[in-house]
């Protein structure tokens, strides 16, 4: 096929083989018609001048004995109202001619042919052909005649044809083209909308597109197998769309974890890196008055022991190292709750007496610092089963905290309540400094310690919540925690009675 064909539009192809197929069709049909009718013209001309001759032979046959020259001139002159032969002659069976009949015009031929074959009776030339015929009378031959058909009518004829079948031809191709454009039109208009569809889901990857079908033949089905194909490509996208949202929200999810766990590692950290800090203040201050008043009273300083002094460092030596040991048994403790090492002493215990010694001790801190450390609990307390070690130290560190964060003049707050068949309620009310909820949840990791930029005015290791709350949970106990910057924190503990194990 030649390459411009092949760049053409599919509306043109069509129009273009369609036009060029009834072209060829419409041409050989002119042409058979054409050779058929002009065969057949000549053989029905030959055949009417044959049988006019045959005429002819009849009327003159007896002229022709008898002798009668004039009849058979008269017989042969009606031969002028037959344009198309172009002479006759007459002859005997010597061949010597009897009469003869020329039409007029310059193409008529001056002689006649020697048919010298009798069974040959037609001799074809390219303008004109002769035809022979026998005279016979009573079944004796006495003559020939021949007579010179022209072919001009063919020729006429011939160039009528060519004229009508070009006209028929044109004609044709025209009508063809318009039907074949139209057709056309029909047949490739659902084909463009597919291309035109395919271009359009190109451009805007919008799959949702659909053609509407216009036939049920092979278009049609091309039509539908195209909209399936769009949906289920659409189909596929918008999995992948969700599966990519899916993804995308695991992404974000994990990262926002993986951030808070990067926070978090961070914040424990800053925190750890404060407690070493905080540590080596707190460790350090008491090894040192350890050391320095155990130096003195080594040197004896101030004389023989017996100086009062001497009491007074020892006192001081005691307190020390009492301080280092609770922080070494924090330290211990928390150690053992993370590593899941710690094993409670579950017993009968009596709670009111528990908490009257934490206000027994904590009430001379309380003193020194001008505050007011109140309890009130009720007369019977029912007995509760717990690890009292532990839950002693648990309330003193909530009523150590207090203390340490009440300025001069405060009032601290114990109370405990018999609440419910279940549990008892304790609270540990002051009027300190009070925290912000993100100091709260600072004060609450292991080793942090709120507002640390001014905990340097308060001693501490960071460790009591956490290690207060891991005490509480490990006995099955509740704490909640309100707190207020400026009007202070309160504790709220729910410690089951006989459910703690």
């Known amino acids: 096929m030649p390459p411009f064909i092949n760049n053409l539009h599919i509306r043109a192809k069509l129009t273009l083989l369609i036009t060029v197929v009834s072209a060829v069709v419409i041409s050989l049909m002119c042409i058979a018609i054409i050779f058929y009718d002009l065969s057949t013209f000549r053989a029905d001309l030959s055949s009417q001048q044959r049988n006019l001759l045959k005429i002819v032979n009849n009327n003159i046959s007896a002229a022709i004995v008898f002798g009668d020259q004039a009849a058979v001139d008269e017989n042969l002159a009606l031969y002028r109202y ?16 009897i009469a003869s009949y020329k039409a007029p015009g310059p193409n008529a031929p001056t002689t006649m042919p020697d048919l010298q ?15 022979q015929e026998t005279i016979i009378l009573d079944g004796e031959l006495i003559g020939y005649s021949r007579a010179l058909i022209s072919l001009d009518a063919l020729d006429r004829k011939v160039w009528l044809y060519i004229q009508l079948g070009l006209g028929a031809v044109t004609v044709t191709l025209f009508l063809a083209f318009v039907i074949a454009r139209r057709f056309a039109r029909a047949f490739s208009q659902p084909i463009e909308q597919l291309v035109k569809t395919a271009k359009q889901v190109s451009r805007s990857a919008d799959y949702s597109v659909q053609v509407q079908p216009s036939s049920n033949d092979e278009v049609g089905e091309l039509t539908r197998y195209f909209n399936q194909m769009l949906n289920e490509i659409n189909r596929r996208d918008k999995g992948l ?16 974890e993986l951030r808070a766990a990067l926070e978090k ?27 320095g008043f155990s130096e003195i009273m080594k040197q004896e300083l101030y004389g023989p022991h017996t100086d009062p002094k001497y009491h007074e460092y020892a006192g001081l030596i005691h307190q020390s190292g009492s301080h280092l040991l609770n922080i070494i048994n924090d330290l211990l403790d928390l150690a053992k709750v993370e590593a899941g090492q710690m094993d409670l002493a579950i017993e009968p215990a009596d709670f009111k007496k528990i908490m009257t010694e934490v206000a027994d001790m904590m ?44 300025p001069a003049l405060g009032d601290i707050t114990v109370t405990v309540r018999d609440a419910s068949l279940d549990f008892i309620e304790i609270q540990v009310a002051d ?18 310690q709120a507002q640390s930029i001014l905990s340097r005015s308060h001693e501490g290791t960071g460790l009591g919540l956490p290690l207060v709350e891991q005490f509480l949970t490990l006995h099955g106990a509740e704490m909640h925690i309100k707190s207020e910057p400026g009007v202070g924190t309160t504790v709220t503990v729910k410690l ?4 703690a194990i």
């Open 82 to 97: 037959q344009p198309d032969v172009l002479s006759v002659s007459v002859t005997d069976v010597l061949k010597q001619e």
């Open 117 to 131: 074959i009798a069974d040959i009776s037609t001799l074809d030339m390219k303008t004109a052909f002769y035809i």
């Open 241 to 256: 769309l969700k599966q990519k949202q899916t993804l995308e929200d695991l992404v974000e999810k994990k990262t926002a």
């Open 265 to 291: 590692s961070e914040t424990a950290s800053r925190a750890k890196s404060e407690f070493l800090a905080n540590m080596s203040h707190e460790l350090r201050t008491p090894l040192n008055a350890v050391l």
């Open 363 to 406: 009430g001379v801190r309380a003193i020194r610092k001008s505050q007011h450390l109140r309890l009130d609990m009720p007369d019977e307390l029912r007995t509760v089963h717990c690890d009292s070690r532990m839950i002693k130290q648990v309330f003193l560190n909530l009523v150590s905290n207090a203390i340490k964060f009440t």
């Open 431 to 448: 009027t300190g400094q009070g925290m912000t909820p993100e100091e709260l949840k600072v004060a609450m990791q292991p080793f942090g």
């Open 496 to 499: 089951p009675i006989a459910q």
